[in-house]
């Protein structure tokens, strides 16, 4: 008989993982977690795992917390407030709270589901997804699903095809033909192909699928373990993964694409290079990632702004974007824009040029700055007349900047050089 989908989505609850710090995304993370972080305009890095499990069917969802939380929660009660107990769904906020150790916050991802088990079996889910809430993709977890329960899997581990080159940083799964795990390694120097592509490696997406009552027990051992760092990608998996019954999902087999977009999509926008590069990837003519994609919406809190506006038209002072993304509230008054991604409610001023800047909400861009390259952090004001992206040497001494080029600019910095 055939695996409803549907009837399999209702059935599951989705446990975010999202009490990251995401220390490589340097002062972007000091009062924020890395889930809660501003990406493509108006949305959270967070609402991308949030909504592939609405856009699957999903309505139980949990969402840990640990790291800086405040920013990530307030978003969560703003935006994500629409479930419904009467209709089945719910979203809980699940900080740590040392409700199982008074010694204790989350010691690891096993360690945040340990926690919360006596709230997870609360609502009796037949199946739970377990989810990172720190990467940017479009997934149908449906599918995902689908396989676990069909291949009556133990685990279920979702998997990124990526070059064997390119995936020493990575948990990596050697299969069978069958997609059933025979390895797992750690950020292996020759990392096993998949089968039938020598040039490819399975990585492990930190998402995983367990039938409820099976994944219980793992836990509770695990909890009592003193070597264990409680964690599913350093323990649980490969300990499930050595009993033979656990098997690999491949990402290009539940992507969700547009028309537009020519193959899947994933990003881990952990650095501030890859943060900046995958911002800027979205002012192209045809984006890699469709966030125009009305058939799979990345639902978020949407601030109430006006739209974006342009003013001035004089030869030396006109408000122009160009291959640029705009959000609302914002105000391009005489300044130059080009390949660029404004958040809500930025301000550039007069006689300004920017050229590559992803600007976080709130920011004002003071007249006749040069900017190139740039993200700048929310509320930043930028002072009159700052250059940035023609001296790295003096860039790399006011600014944190990267090894490729990318400067980094939070309020704090701007402060000491008015100092």
């Given at each position: 008989m055939a695996v409803s989908t549907h009837r399999l989505a209702r059935e599951t609850m989705a446990f975010v993982l999202a009490g990251g710090r995401g220390s490589r995304l340097k002062e972007l993370t000091d009062i924020r977690a890395k889930p809660a972080v501003y990406f493509g305009g108006k949305t959270r890095i967070i609402n991308?795992?949030?909504?592939?499990?609405?856009?699957?069917?999903?309505r139980r969802i949990g969402v840990a917390t640990q790291y800086k939380a405040h920013s990530l929660i307030r978003h969560l009660q703003r935006g994500w407030s629409f479930f419904r107990a009467e209709r089945n769904e719910s979203l809980d906020i699940l900080p740590a709270s040392q409700r199982v150790d008074e010694r204790h916050w989350y010691l690891g991802t096993a360690d945040a589901v340990t926690q919360n088990?006596?709230?997870?079996?609360?609502?009796?889910p037949k199946y739970i997804l377990i989810l990172a809430g720190d990467h940017i993709y479009?997934?149908?977890?449906?599918?995902?699903?689908?396989?676990h329960v069909e291949t009556g899997a133990d685990v279920t581990v979702g998997c990124i095809e990526v070059p064997r080159t390119e995936v020493s940083a990575f948990g990596v799964m050697g299969v069978d033909k069958n997609d059933r795990i025979l390895k797992f390694?750690?950020?292996?120097?020759?990392?096993?192909?998949?089968?039938?592509?020598?040039?490819?490696?399975?990585?492990?997406?930190?998402?995983?699928?367990?039938?409820?009552?099976f994944l219980i027990k793992p836990l509770q051992e695990d909890a009592l373990s003193e070597t264990s760092e409680h964690d599913f990608g350093h323990d649980l998996i490969p300990a499930l993964v050595a009993k033979g019954n656990a098997f690999a999902h491949p990402f290009s087999r539940s992507c969700v694409t547009s028309s537009k977009e020519q193959k899947a999509y994933w990003r881990d926008v952990g650095t501030i290079d890859a943060f900046w590069q995958a911002n800027i990837d979205l002012t192209d003519f045809e984006p890699e990632l469709d966030l125009y994609d009305q058939s799979w919406p990345i639902w978020t809190y949407s601030e109430l702004t006006p739209p974006a506006k342009f003013v001035h038209n004089e030869e030396t002072r006109r408000g122009m974007a160009v291959s640029s993304m705009v959000a609302g509230g914002c105000i391009v008054s005489g300044a130059q824009l080009n390949q660029c991604?404004?958040?809500n409610n930025v301000q550039v001023k007069s006689h300004s040029e920017l050229n590559g800047v992803v600007a976080l909400p709130d920011a004002v861009i003071g007249r006749g700055a040069k900017l190139k390259n740039v993200v700048i952090d929310r509320s930043v004001r930028i002072p009159e007349g700052l250059i940035v992206g023609e001296d790295a040497k003096a860039d790399a001494a006011r600014f944190n900047r990267t090894d490729s080029g990318i400067c980094l600019i939070t309020q704090s910095m701007i402060d000491k050089l008015e100092k």
């Open positions: 991308f795992a949030l909504s592939n499990a609405v856009n699957s069917g999903i088990i006596d709230i997870i079996e609360g609502y009796a479009k997934q149908g977890y449906s599918l995902l699903l689908k396989q390694v750690e950020k292996p120097a020759n990392p096993p192909a998949m089968p039938g592509d020598e040039t490819q490696a399975l990585a492990s997406m930190g998402i995983y699928v367990f039938k409820t009552e991604l404004l958040h």
